[in-house]
């Protein structure tokens, strides 16, 4: 079964400083039916303005990975970690036991960056920090493992049986992956266009696939995607203060 959820059905918010599309119930958005899918429990698809951000707030018990599609974002931690984020990008915190950071635009240009919550296997951990960059080169016509807890070599490690693939797909090529009962994959479309197993979608489009056996997609013209494997398998966003962009 693939479940389709068009762009128009995204919920946008704009801040003014931030505006952002939530593919699942965050913050004041709340949709029962739209909690979770799988493990994967956010899916924010941010641009922020120059000059503002998100002040020091705090995270427990989550996997959180930010891929940044243009511009750049300077982040600080409680771990102390001071790092600048830009294309290319993955950046992975597991949040643990507990632990605070900010996310700001320091530069020029507006940041467009998705930014991606899924549960951990096992909660309890200490907090840690992970940032690698990848080249576009390296996900061209392929399924590239930018994020994994499924022992992928290169890919930035988190804490789940899940894995986040990014790909620039050839008008008229296709990637697949094996799926089956136990596994759940999220398509997020970026660009273009792409069927998956014959089921067309465009820019802004997700694709949500349960009980199938395997996934092709395939690309009518150059396209763009995201697609995470998360296991099938519960939820907190930022407070009004934090979305008010405001130093703390």
Known sequence: MIQTVSAEQRH??????????????????????????GALRVYNDDVVAPGTGFPTHPHREME??????????THADSMGNRTVI???????????????????NLAAA??????IWIYPDQRGLAPTYDQRRFEPA???????????????????????????????LSAGRAVGLPAGEDRRLFLYVTSGRV????????????????????????????????????PSCRGWGYDRKTLSGARA
Request: hydrophobic share 40%; charged share 20%.
């Open 195 to 230: 069927a998956a197993n014959g089921i067309r979608f465009g820019p802004g489009d997700q694709g949500r696939v349960d009980l199938e056996a395997a996934l092709e997609l395939r690309a009518a013209a150059d396209s763009g995607f995201v697609l995470i494997d998360v």
């Open 64 to 73: 959180i990975i930010t891929l940044v599609l243009d511009g750049e974002m």
């Open 110 to 115: 507006p940041v467009h960056f998705h930014q």
């Open 12 to 37: 946008f918010s704009d801040f003014d400083w931030l505006k952002t599309y939530w593919l699942f119930s965050f913050s004041d958005y709340y949709d029962p039916a739209n909690i979770q899918f």
């Open 138 to 168: 390296e996900w061209r016509d392929r399924l590239l493992p930018v994020a994994s807890g499924q022992g992928h070599p290169g890919a930035v490690t988190f804490h789940t049986d899940a894995t986040i693939y990014r790909c620039d």
């Open 86 to 104: 830009g294309p290319g990008d993955v950046q992975r915190m597991s949040a643990g036991t507990g632990l605070t950071h900010s996310e700001f």
